[in-house]
Nanobody, 126 residues
């Protein structure tokens, strides 16, 4: 499966963005999807994920209550809604797909994901 992340941009603190991760090539409903981010000079970190079915999602503590992941398998797309943006959210955001989970499984480990999008830059100004 090939992934294409989009929707990043420059926003002021307190603003919102919706990132999209569009998939092509395989049946997307067979993949759990994770969102990761990497800020300059920092390790890539898991921000959240959604199960194959879309019935379950989980989030890193640092983003809970502000980030929401959803998916539309009919459109082969997963979304990351980011609200109340903070300057520390500035990073390149990546989506990744994992087809080894159970229907409700989500892995926070980057190594679990075999397919990665190219990343989309989110910059939050204070």
């Amino acid at each position: 499966v090939q992934l294409q992340a989009s929707g990043g941009g420059l926003v002021q603190a307190g603003g919102s963005l919706r990132l999209s991760c569009a998939a092509s090539g395989r049946t997307f409903s067979g993949y759990a999807v994770g969102w990761f981010r990497q800020a300059p000079g920092k390790e890539r970190e898991f921000v959240g994920g959604i199960s194959r079915s879309g019935d379950r999602s989980n989030y890193a503590d640092s983003v809970k209550g502000r980030f929401t992941i959803s998916r539309d398998n009919a459109k082969n797309t997963v979304y990351l809604q980011i609200n109340s943006l903070k300057p520390e959210d500035t990073a390149v955001y990546y989506c990744a797909a994992d087809n080894r989970r159970t229907p409700y499984g989500i892995s926070p480990e980057a190594g679990s994901y075999d397919h990665w999008g190219q990343g989309t830059q989110v910059t939050v100004s204070s």
